[in-house]
């Protein structure tokens, strides 16, 4: 047998051993059922995030989760990993938790820059203005409309009794026309404000996105514990190494090696 086929053999071996001790412990599903290492570690993930109602999402899944490669590992990497929580870690792996990485400080970033817009109405007087003109030959202005008065514009009565807003000459003198334009409240218009804020927590477009960096950096922290055993890996979960544990339908975890490596 090559040494690929013994490398599998080996991962497959490990994936049985630890299914069912897994599953007991409530580390997967009672119906995940993984076929190798990988599985097995996708398997713990996914659960991991099913408890802290993380529903795990396809999308994300495909677009957060790299592309499995060789990771050249030798039988003995493989044994002393996990059996002894040493050996060499697969570079592969470390790429694919340094992307995720990489993607959590993306959108921590992207989080930065998301903005809400708000609009309210209200309702404003609404003016009709008209231009005196200075001559009887002068071209009379056609009348406009507006919401705003012109600073300082005062009540004035025009020479006929009525009455609209007219802002004061610039300066005066003796039978000299205020030209200045003439205002009167023709009733009120609804207008719209638009202001645009930055995203606070409780808005629904933040707090999508936290949830996607929650859901990349529980991804990141179940792979990083899971994949990688240590002493607060997977041999913490098991609560002590392989080699001390009673066994049970085998002599030894070197029985099981020698069957799947040959």
Not at 93 to 122: C, F, N, P, W, Y
Not at 162 to 179: C, I, V
């Amino acid at each position: 047998m090559g040494a690929g086929g013994r490398q599998n053999y080996a991962q497959n071996a490990l994936a049985t051993l630890f299914t069912e001790q897994f599953r007991n412990q409530g580390a997967i599903g009672p119906n995940d059922n993984p076929r190798n290492l990988q599985e097995l570690t996708d398997a713990m993930a996914n659960n991991k995030s099913r408890q802290e109602g993380l529903t795990p999402n396809q999308e994300l899944v495909e677009q957060y989760t790299p592309q499995r490669t060789s990771t050249k590992d030798t039988v003995q990497d493989v044994l002393k990993r996990y059996t002894e929580g040493t050996g060499v870690v697969p570079t592969s792996q470390s790429a694919g938790l340094q992307g995720i990485l990489d993607k959590i400080a993306a959108e921590k970033e992207a989080l930065k820059d998301l903005t809400v817009t708000e609009t309210s109405t209200r309702m404003v007087p609404q003016y009709e203005v008209t231009y005196p003109t200075t001559s009887p030959y002068q071209q009379q202005r056609a009348p406009t409309m507006t919401t705003s008065l012109p600073q300082g514009a005062v009540l004035t009565r025009g020479a006929y009794g009525q009455e609209f807003l007219q802002a004061p000459m610039q300066s005066s003198g003796l039978y000299q026309q205020n030209t200045n334009p003439q205002y009167r409240r023709v009733g009120s218009k609804q207008i719209t404000d638009t202001n645009v804020r930055p995203a606070i927590a409780g808005d629904s477009v933040f707090d999508k996105q936290q949830k996607l960096i929650n859901a990349l950096q529980g991804q990141y922290d179940t792979r990083n514990k899971y994949t990688s055993p240590s002493s607060t890996g997977i041999q913490s979960l098991i609560a002590e190494p392989i080699v001390n544990q009673s066994q049970t339908g085998y002599n030894n975890i070197n029985e099981i090696m020698r069957r799947y490596i040959g």
